[in-house]
């Protein structure tokens, strides 16, 4: 059996949405320092909807892919559909990661989240701060 299953291969050879959204409504960085891995998620957000997402990861195939999938997962969607999104969705969406890889997965979740939390504060929008990760007092990410 390959390491990795084709959709894994596909979105890191043929990522979906790279880039950036200068005027974006949200940005969500997170990062690894363990592995690495950055990834920046930005967000247009209209009618409660995400209008477009974009992302910009410096990372391994894994990264790349999670993060390409993450934004083909959220595109379209509501704010609370994209609020619900989780690591485990993201890898069952790539058809699995190696466990090894699955920090990936986790950091797509991550940076969307983050993405949130800055478009809820940029617009005054009250939110549960037990949705968010604490990055004060979590060492995961290194954020």
């Known amino acids: 059996m390959a ?10 050879r043929n990522p979906r949405n790279v880039g950036r959204i200068e005027d974006a409504d949200g940005v969500g960085e997170v990062g ?6 950055i990834m920046t998620i930005y967000l247009k957000i ?8 974009k992302f910009e990861t410096f990372g391994c195939g894994s990264a790349i892919a999670s993060s390409s999938m ?13 609020m619900a999104l989780t690591n485990r969705a993201v890898a069952e969406a790539l058809d699995g ?3 090894h890889k699955l920090h990936c997965s ?8 983050a993405a949130l939390l800055d478009y809820y ?7 549960d ?8 007092h979590c060492a995961g990410c290194g954020h």
């Open 3 to 12: 390491l990795y299953s084709e959709k894994v291969m596909d979105h890191f």
């Open 32 to 37: 690894n320092a363990k592995c690495g891995d």
């Open 46 to 53: 209209k009618d409660d909807r995400i209008e477009d997402v």
């Open 70 to 82: 993450a934004t083909e997962l959220i595109k379209g969607k509501s704010v609370a559909d994209a």
């Open 97 to 99: 990661l190696p466990a």
């Open 106 to 113: 986790v950091l797509a979740e991550e940076a969307i989240k």
């Open 121 to 127: 504060k940029k617009n005054g929008i009250s939110y």
């Open 129 to 136: 701060p037990a949705l968010f990760p604490d990055c004060e």
